[in-house]
């Protein structure tokens, strides 16, 4: 039998796989073009952000791309420059979700129970948290959702 682990690695691989195509189908000189709100980078940014902080509970105040700057709880995760800015190479965004991703996948597939259990931060919940497993299922139809976004800004 498969193990819930397993399962979400799988399919956080196959989302992430399926949202770097939609990514590579942007053309280079369109890749930080803003279409319907925010450019494909920005949309690759966001997701590498919220993977850090929703699956592998990194604090790391390097947050410029949760998509909720103007709210205080993201004061404190933002006070030391992003990683890499919207304007970064476009290959050099790519990596970094690739990176990210790869390091969520990994954690994913060796997580212990202990690990899938409790509660997690989770702004979005009217207690700003919610059960671990809920809180990396919503973000993995997060992905989904922007992956949608980006191909629908291809299109405007």
């Given at each position: 039998?498969?193990?819930?682990?397993?399962?979400?690695?799988?399919?956080?691989?196959?989302?992430l796989n399926a949202f770097r195509a939609v990514l590579d189908g942007v053309p280079e000189d369109s890749f930080a073009t803003a279409r319907l709100g925010h450019?494909?980078?920005?949309?690759?940014?966001?997701?590498?952000?919220?993977?850090?902080?929703?699956?592998?509970?990194?604090?790391?105040?390097?947050?410029?791309?949760?998509?909720?700057?103007?709210?205080?709880?993201?004061?404190?995760?933002?006070?030391?420059?992003?990683?890499?800015?919207?304007?970064?190479?476009?290959?050099?965004?790519?990596?970094?979700?690739?990176?990210?991703?790869?390091?969520?996948?990994?954690?994913?597939?060796?997580?212990?129970?202990?690990?899938?259990?409790?509660?997690?931060?989770?702004?979005?919940?009217?207690?700003?948290?919610?059960?671990?497993?809920?809180?990396?299922?919503?973000?993995?139809?997060?992905?989904?959702?922007?992956?949608?976004?980006?191909?629908?800004?291809?299109?405007?």
């Amino acid at each position: 039998m498969t193990s819930i682990q397993e399962f979400l690695a799988d399919n956080y691989r196959t989302e992430l796989n399926a949202f770097r195509a939609v990514l590579d189908g942007v053309p280079e000189d369109s890749f930080a073009t803003a279409r319907l709100g925010h450019s494909p980078a920005w949309h690759a940014l966001h997701i590498a952000d919220w993977l850090r902080l929703t699956v592998l509970g990194d604090k790391t105040p390097t947050y410029h791309y949760l998509g909720w700057e103007d709210k205080d709880w993201v004061a404190g995760l933002g006070t030391q420059p992003a990683p890499l800015n919207e304007d970064a190479a476009r290959a050099d965004i790519l990596a970094r979700l690739d990176t990210v991703g790869a390091e969520a996948v990994a954690y994913l597939q060796n997580a212990s129970d202990a690990d899938m259990s409790g509660m997690t931060f989770s702004p979005s919940a009217p207690n700003g948290e919610r059960p671990r497993l809920a809180a990396v299922g919503l973000h993995l139809r997060h992905v989904a959702y922007h992956r949608g976004q980006v191909v629908l800004g291809q299109k405007a």
